[in-house]
């Protein structure tokens, strides 16, 4: 599967943004999709993933109850919405795929075998 991230660009401190994440080649229904970001000068981290068969959800403690994710079946797509952005949300974003994903491991890059290209976020103070 192939993945698109989009939705990335400049934003005011408070604001709000949605990251859509299309998949072509396959449908990704029965993967987990997980967000991360690399702050430049910084490792790329965790920032939230979705079970697409069942619709398990989970999220960094750092972006809990701002940032949500939802998906829509039909067009292959999963979106990060991220409310009242902070300037330490300045990254690139990248969306991932993977077929075999445990719960436990959704934060493990390694677990992911797709990536996006990343899209960049940049929030103002």
């Known amino acids: 599967v192939q993945l698109q991230a989009s939705g990335g660009g400049l934003v005011q401190a408070g604001g709000s943004l949605r990251l859509s994440c299309a998949a072509s080649?396959?449908?990704?229904?029965?993967?987990?999709v997980g967000w991360f970001r690399q702050a430049p000068g910084k490792e790329r981290m965790y920032v939230g993933a979705?079970?697409?068969?069942?619709?398990?959800?989970e999220f960094a403690d750092n972006v809990k109850g701002r940032f949500t994710i939802s998906r829509d079946n039909a067009k292959n797509t999963v979106y990060l919405q991220m409310n009242s952005l902070r300037p330490e949300d300045t990254a690139i974003y990248y969306c991932?795929?993977?077929?075999?994903?445990?719960?436990?491991?959704?934060?493990?890059?390694?677990?992911?075998?797709?990536w996006g290209q990343g899209t960049l976020v940049t929030v103002s103070s």
């Open positions: 979705i079970k697409l068969s069942g619709d398990t959800i």
């Open positions: 080649g396959q449908s990704f229904r029965r993967y987990v």
């Open positions: 991932a795929a993977g077929s075999s994903v445990i719960r436990s491991n959704f934060a493990s890059q390694s677990a992911y075998a797709n």
